[in-house]
């Protein structure tokens, strides 16, 4: 049982994967003799030994100085080549904006089948065939999806589906140094342009946030949006949004939640201007504690908020804002 561990940059690996791999562990324990390992494209030994603090069994560092840019058809021939040569039985994917491209590139090479965006896993111990289950028509149905023809059995899991495992230093695992080579390159990287998100670029993504403050339709301008932030920082949090306010091109897409943005499970989640479709509390049902804040006693959100309160979000955040304030000033 195998995991694609994707690099957060050169120094380490996203939590996508490492949340993966506690998963992983988790079905490997229920077929009773199977291994949980790992595969990073250009990666370093210490990302490896990270891994296998968080459960990995083995991790594979494919080694090629051409890949240390990321380009889906070539490193899906480079873990291609990895994967026919170890045959894990079951290879999982994170299902971020890369993870999604790469897993097709996968599967068409490895001419294997693959379940995206799945929000729960499982196994089935005497057929050993994994149960890949996701939403379906619009987030009101879920389909158990299996593979039992074709190995490896492939699923992307939204990050934050699943805990990220506690690391644990003690733990001890192979790592393995493979040189892949690649056939001549079709693709090459032209330029890089990053883009920065005005206002929120010092915040953390709201998959990895213990706090996250969102807005929605409701908030009726991308000025409510400053309220949110003001709140977010005062609480060390992030700002979310619903598909709504991210379409009416008051926030970036990278900072939508629900069945077409992030899956999340902060601690705390407030929800403001947000009805609650059903598409949009898909990507909160791990969330600790939910506050909604709207002026409809009757939304979704509120009867499935922990603490619901009625109200003009233009009175209700800056007096909040302002308490946390005084509070603060008192430590």
């Known amino acids: 049982m195998w995991v694609y561990l994707e690099r957060d940059g050169d120094k380490r690996l996203k939590d996508v994967g490492l949340e993966l791999l506690g998963k992983a562990r988790e079905l490997a324990q229920k077929l009773g003799n199977s291994e949980v390992g790992g595969v990073i494209v250009a990666g370093s030994e210490e990302m490896a030994r990270e891994a296998i603090y968080h459960g990995a069994d083995k991790v594979v560092i494919i080694d090629n100085p051409d890949l240390k840019t990321y380009t889906p058809m070539e490193y899906a021939e480079a873990i291609a080549q990895v994967v026919q040569k170890y045959k894990p039985e079951i290879f999982l994917i994170g299902a971020t904006k890369r993870g999604r491209e790469l897993a097709a590139y996968i599967a068409n090479t490895l001419t294997t089948g693959i379940t995206a965006d799945c929000t729960a896993l499982e196994v089935d111990p005497k057929t050993r065939d994994l149960l ?16 039992p023809q074709r190995r490896p059995q492939m699923a992307s899991v939204r990050p934050g589906v699943f805990p990220k495992p506690q690391r644990d230093t003690s733990r001890t695992g192979e790592i393995i140094v493979e040189r892949v080579e690649i056939p001549t390159r079709r693709t090459r990287l032209v330029s890089i342009e990053k883009r920065i998100e005005r206002d929120i670029a010092d915040l953390p993504p709201v998959e990895s946030a213990d706090v996250v403050v969102a807005g929605g339709r409701g908030l009726g301008s991308a000025e409510g949006f400053k309220l949110l932030i003001d709140l977010a920082k005062l609480l060390n949090g992030t700002v979310g949004a619903s598909l709504m306010a991210v379409r009416a091109g008051w926030a970036p897409h990278t900072r939508q939640i629900g069945q ?21 509390l898909m990507g909160i049902t791990e969330a600790k504690t939910i506050v909604a804040i709207n002026p409809d ?35």
């Open 132 to 147: 890949q289950i996701r939403p379906t028509f619009g987030g009101t149905q879920l389909a158990t999806i299996r593979t």
């Open 260 to 280: 077409t943005g992030k899956t999340i499970r902060p601690r705390l989640y407030i929800a403001v201007g947000i009805s609650g479709a059903i598409q949009h």
């Open 297 to 331: 006693p009757h939304a979704p959100i509120m009867e499935n908020a922990d603490y619901a309160v009625v109200g003009d979000y233009k009175q209700i955040l800056p007096a909040l804002i302002e308490e946390l304030r005084r509070l603060k000033n008192q430590r």
